[in-house]
């Protein structure tokens, strides 16, 4: 069976640490910014670590052979 290949949008959305943790940026930060409030803009300029079973599920179906 023929290596799977790395999906290329996921490429661009998510980073794999050296410990395997995924980075991605924070979601929520399109429109409607006026409304946030400052806690949420201030946490949501970096990045964040996401959960175990979303890093499992991203790292298997989209990432199979790392970045």
Same mark, same amino acid.
Request: hydrophobic fraction near 40%; aromatic fraction near 4%; proline fraction near 3%.
């Given at each position: +069976?023929? !290596?799977?290949?790395? *999906?290329?949008? /996921?490429?661009? #959305? =998510?980073?794999?640490?050296?410990?395997?943790?995924?980075? /991605?940026?924070?979601?929520? !930060? #399109?429109?409607? +910014?006026?409304? #946030?409030?400052?806690? =949420?803009?201030?946490? %949501?300029?970096?990045? +964040?670590?996401? %959960?175990?079973?979303?890093? !499992? *599920?991203?790292?298997?179906?989209?990432?199979?052979?790392?970045?």
């Amino acid at each position: +069976m023929p !290596k799977m290949k790395t *999906k290329s949008a /996921a490429k661009k #959305r =998510f980073k794999i640490t050296a410990t395997g943790k995924v980075l /991605a940026a924070a979601a929520g !930060k #399109r429109h409607g +910014m006026i409304k #946030r409030t400052n806690k =949420f803009i201030r946490d %949501a300029r970096g990045t +964040m670590v996401l %959960a175990e079973a979303d890093a !499992k *599920k991203v790292v298997k179906n989209y990432l199979p052979n790392g970045l």
